[in-house]
């Protein structure tokens, strides 16, 4: 039996007047109620060691019941059993790809793949972190390119027709020093790391778009829309708010503790850029490796991040292989 026949089935079936969300009440209680009858075998089993397997039919008819008041209860507010079937199903395979595709990395959009070279991310980049005290007696950390494949630019950047310099040069500086910004010590100054993280899982980050200086000028629409200031701008918050929900989260060390407040957060960052389109499951994993990578680098002051775009991975090295 489909949902939608199961509905209108059970609709048939109801004593309940469904004619609006006030009428929803019963049906919900009725969920209430048939939870808690499940509830109450599992805790007889914890208990007592009810034997589930002889109890078959009794579960079948509570997870029965439970079935019919979900339906009335979409009845109440007229919607589509099978519609929200299939929404949830859509739902959790964009959380948590099934382990039976394998690697689900094949088809996921690589955001420049049509652009000149000299717009592009390269697909390998290896980085240095190092600290250097300042005056105050504050670390500051200065992040070097030390290896870029392929590199469109071998012999360090070059002019474009509009006169700007566009590109980079393996071995100098990326950016300015950075310190935490703030009155205690956090690690902060290697949140670049969060941004490798973005550019390495999701082939995405605007400003490591901007700090290279690979802009793609020859798309007016995607250099504002996509590499302009407004996304620069949504992708650095984004940071700093992970880096607040990380403190209460186990700093983010493993993909279990991103959950769906923090995936909300980084949807609401990503509305209406390229990146929107990606799967959940590969922001989760973006999030974890930058951050991964950024405990790494405080715990070892320093160190070397490789972003690997085709792999999508994102690895500390604490000196290079």
């Known amino acids: 039996m489909d949902f939608a026949s199961f509905q209108l089935a059970a609709h048939e079936t109801s004593r309940l007047k469904l004619g609006g969300p006030q009428a929803a009440i019963a049906p919900m209680l009725g969920l209430a109620s048939e939870t808690g009858s499940i509830l109450n075998v599992y805790r007889k089993y914890l208990r007592d060691g009810f034997d589930l ?25 007229n919607l589509d059993l099978e519609d929200i079937a299939a929404a949830n199903l859509q739902r959790t395979r964009d959380r948590y790809p099934s382990p039976s595709l394998g690697e689900p990395l094949t088809g996921l ?14 697909r390998r980049l290896v980085l240095a972190f190092a600290e250097h005290p300042t005056s105050s007696g504050r670390q500051t950390v200065l992040l070097t390119l030390v290896s870029a494949e392929p590199n469109a630019f071998p012999d360090g950047p070059v002019r474009s027709d509009g006169d700007k310099v566009i590109g980079y040069q393996v071995g100098d500086t990326i950016g300015d020093p950075l310190t935490d910004n703030t009155r205690r010590t956090d690690a902060y100054r290697y949140h670049d790391a969060i941004h490798l993280g973005f550019m390495a899982v999701l082939n ?13 000028k020859s798309n007016s629409t995607t250099d504002e829309c996509e590499d302009g200031a407004r996304a620069i701008f949504a992708e650095e ?37 390229e990146v929107e389109t990606l799967p959940v499951w590969l922001w989760r994993r973006a999030i974890q490796q930058g951050f991964g990578a950024l405990h790494q680098l405080a715990a070892n002051e320093g160190g070397y991040l490789v972003a690997d775009l085709d792999t999508r991975t994102l690895t500390y090295q604490k000196v290079l292989a």
């Open 204 to 216: 995405w980050s605007p400003n490591m778009r901007s700090l290279l200086r690979v802009k793609r």
């Open 53 to 77: 397997a002889a109890n078959r039919e009794f579960l079948r008819e509570e997870l029965g019941d439970l079935l019919w008041y979900t339906a009335a209860v979409a009845t109440a507010f």
């Open 109 to 122: 959009p690589v955001f420049d793949a049509e652009f000149p070279e000299q717009e592009r991310f390269p």
């Open 237 to 273: 918050g984004l940071a700093a708010m992970l880096s607040r929900l990380a403190v209460r989260r186990s700093a983010f060390q493993s993909e279990t503790g991103i959950d769906g407040e923090v995936i909300d957060v980084a949807k609401a960052a990503a509305a209406d850029l």
